[in-house]
Nanobody
Framework: QVQLVESGGGLVQAGGSLRLSCAASGSISPFSVNAMGWYRQALGKQRELVADITSGGSTNYADSVKGRFTISGDNAKNTVHLQMNNLNPEDTAVYYC?????????????WGQGTQVTVSS
């Protein structure tokens, strides 16, 4: 069973930066990781995609974070990072790591437990 462990959340002032990291551990085989990404859920709102990256290196960002956040990954280590710059209070949320897995025609997803990011004004 794949487990995702997140780290790097915390409290930061507006304009500051944080770097989130997520590492997949446990038994991944025979699955392969197709993509990893970050989602966030603010209080009272639905969970939304922040950014994701495929095993081939293609990235996708929410419009609200383009130019401020950068996602990167290491396929060999099954890790993904999210560098968040110029944070603003609207970025306050619980951030979740997600891994999209595939084995032949079977697809599955694993989620991390979430890490709190709080941006003060």
């Amino acid at each position: 069973q794949v487990q995702l462990v997140e780290s790097g959340g915390g409290l930061v002032q507006a304009g500051g930066s944080l770097r989130l990291s997520c590492a997949a551990s446990g038994s991944i085989s025979p699955f392969s990781v197709n993509a990893m990404g970050w989602y966030r859920q603010a209080l009272g709102k639905q969970r939304e995609l922040v950014a994701d990256i495929t095993s081939g290196g293609s990235t996708n960002y929410a419009d609200s974070v383009k130019g401020r956040f950068t996602i990167s990954g290491d396929n060999a280590k099954n890790t993904v990072h999210l560098q968040m710059n110029n944070l603003n209070p609207e970025d306050t949320a619980v951030y979740y790591c997600k891994a999209d897995l595939q084995y032949r025609n079977f697809r599955s997803a694993s989620w991390g437990q979430g890490t709190q990011v709080t941006v003060s004004s």
